[in-house]
């Protein structure tokens, strides 16, 4: 298992996607990690910075 959590770094966001789909919670870690700063963004945008926890 760990092996292949190591490979799924490699992934392209499709195939990662496609796990995540079938139930690999790791492959949904490492979307969500790869994907933070860019989802940050967009709540920024929507809800401006005085509604964001800091962190």
């Known amino acids: 298992m760990m092996r ?3 490979g ?3 992934m392209a966001d499709a195939m990662l996607t496609r796990a995540a789909q079938s139930g ?3 492959a949904v ?3 969500l990690e790869r994907h ?3 989802m940050r963004a ?3 945008s929507i809800l401006g910075p005085e509604r964001m926890p800091m962190t």
Do not use: P, S
């Open 8 to 10: 799924a770094a490699l």
């Open 24 to 26: 690999e919670v790791a």
């Open 36 to 38: 933070r700063a860019g």
């Open 29 to 31: 870690g490492l979307l």
């Open 42 to 44: 967009v709540a920024l």
């Open 4 to 6: 292949e959590v190591a």
